[in-house]
């Protein structure tokens, strides 16, 4: 506990960064279902047939995976904040309008009818008396709105929004569980202060003649007051620091969801920063699809790619292992095709690799991938998303060897050792120069027919944007050649560790090669 107090503490100006990310996308998504919501709850009551058309298409977008929705998204809006907050709005409206309308409906005729019978024109019977008697059953669709979108949110890392997500998920795939608690923690705080906020808000709207306890609303009214107050000094204080802060050119460097993109994604980072007037913005991708289309358009300037990806993933091809072959292939069809270019590689390959425990290997005598055709019908097979639909993935290793597993298990890549480790399947498709595997003492079997194609890393920018920026370029050149596959696996476990920050541990690498002063 004490560890974790220390971790979160040292950690805390990058969690609270975060947590106002994730009030911010999820708060916005809220309010704007609630302008909408309820109003269109209203209008819907008077029509059956009107009600169960609009009830049925809010209905459809629960339905629908919150992951397949941002995925679907990004072609039409992009990445980032705001097509993230469009479907957390989109997974806000139906709590809302149900309630809206169930609440509406609800009230007694006879009441109407005497407000009617007053003198009350519609609007003043729908202010006055409609609304405060629905007031708790429609505060009740919109906390159950806000809480589920808080914990949706997280989801939104995924396309680069940012958010708690961004910890959880870089915690997940460094097996940090101090990391993902970070960002746990903080979302499920939100979460029952929201409820919490939301609920003396309704008690403050509701008459006082439908309160069991009536000193209930002078308490809500100085409770809301306080809020208010809190809100408007943290606003402030932001304001103010957003005001002073010296303004620089900002480039957006994106990178995806794993330690060695963010330490690839860091290291370009500290080289603009250090070489460059630039001040850089580091957004986090879920995929190799997303991120390369979030580059064409202009949502992010550079990101580093492996070109084994982009030869089979993006280009669709297949057969060529020769590094400097393939390295061509890509730069003439990314420039020819895509209107995009690419530095030359940083020296270091990662490829896939079937890792095992030493005792499976021993127990099976398994040194080649060809060695695992005795045994696939018995064994489970682990390995990241992406991998599981590609030609140079499981697809296409199950031609080339003749391989049929018992199961095939598709996870986060971080959690790909872990199912190793807890012994939940035999075999995992790894990284080649991931960290995890000299910490959990992993043995990787031999690639005996060379399947996979060459996994070099490179930078990948727009077309002729080193025309405009050669400054930029220059700066990504330090990295040609200088970065080895020992290298890497050393950077990979310090990103596990807690003790040092991953800003920290690559700055200090780059001092150390000389790359940087």
């Not at 439908?210 to 204080?237: A, E, G, P």
């Not at 199912?419 to 991931?434: A, C, P, R």
């Amino acid at each position: 506990m004490i560890k974790f107090i220390n971790f979160f503490i040292k950690r805390s100006p990058e969690i609270g960064e975060a947590f106002m990310q994730h009030i911010k996308i999820s708060g916005i998504a809220v309010l704007l279902a609630v302008l909408i919501g309820v109003p269109l709850g209203i209008c819907i009551v008077k029509s059956e047939r009107l009600s169960k058309i609009v009830l049925s298409v809010v209905g459809l977008f629960q339905t629908v995976p919150s992951l397949a929705i941002f995925g679907l998204i990004i072609p039409l809006m992009g990445i980032g904040i705001v097509p993230a907050i469009f479907v957390l709005f989109l997974y806000s409206l139906l709590p809302i309008i149900s309630n809206t309308y169930i609440g509406i409906r609800g009230v007694d005729e006879s009441i109407i009818q005497a407000a009617i019978g007053m003198g009350m024109t519609n609007f003043q019977v729908l202010l006055k008396v409609k609304l405060p008697i629905a007031i708790s059953v429609i505060m009740g669709g919109i906390k159950i709105s806000a809480v589920a979108n808080i914990g949706t949110t997280t989801i939104a890392a995924l396309i680069g929004a940012g958010g708690l997500g961004e910890l959880i998920f870089r915690g997940i795939s460094t097996s940090n569980n101090y990391l993902v608690l970070s960002g746990a923690i903080p979302t499920a705080i939100l979460a029952f202060l929201v409820s919490y906020i939301l609920g003396v808000f309704e008690k403050s709207l509701t008459p006082t003649g439908m309160l069991t306890n009536r000193s209930d609303k002078k308490k809500s009214i100085l409770q809301l007051k306080v809020f208010s107050i809190v809100f408007l000094v943290i606003f402030s204080f932001r304001s103010y620091k957003m005001l002073t802060t010296t303004k620089h050119p900002t480039i957006i460097v994106g990178h995806k969801n794993y330690p060695e993109q963010r330490i690839l994604g860091q290291m370009i980072s500290e080289l603009i920063e250090v070489n460059t007037k630039y001040k850089v913005n580091l957004i986090e991708f879920g995929s190799t699809n997303v991120i390369l289309e979030a580059l064409q358009n202009s949502d992010i300037d550079i990101y580093p790619e492996y070109t084994g990806s982009a030869y089979s993933a993006i280009l669709g091809l297949s057969g060529e292992t020769n590094p400097k072959k393939v390295f061509d292939i890509i730069k003439n069809a990314y420039t020819k095709d895509f209107g995009l270019d690419i530095t030359n590689p940083m020296g270091f390959q990662n490829t896939y690799a079937f890792a095992i425990k030493p005792e499976f290997a021993k127990k099976y005598n398994l040194k080649t991938i060809s060695d695992v055709k005795k045994i696939a019908g018995n064994i489970t097979l682990s390995g990241p998303h992406e991998f599981m639909e590609r030609e140079d993935g499981l697809l296409g290793i199950q031609k080339a060897y003749n391989l049929k597993f018992k199961d095939v298990l598709s996870m986060d890549q971080g959690l790909v050792i872990t199912s190793l480790n807890s012994e939940k399947t035999e075999i995992g498709i790894v990284y080649s120069t991931d960290g995890l595997i000299l910490k959990s003492d992993l043995i990787l079997l031999k690639d005996d027919l060379n399947f996979f194609p060459p996994y070099e890393v490179v930078s990948t920018f727009r077309k002729e944007y080193d025309l405009k920026n050669p400054d930029i370029i220059e700066a990504l050149n330090k990295l040609t050649g200088v970065l080895t596959e020992t290298d890497m696996q050393k950077l990979n476990l310090e990103a596990i560790r807690e003790d040092e920050t991953l800003e920290t541990n690559v700055r200090n690498f780059l001092k150390n090669k000389k790359i940087i002063n």
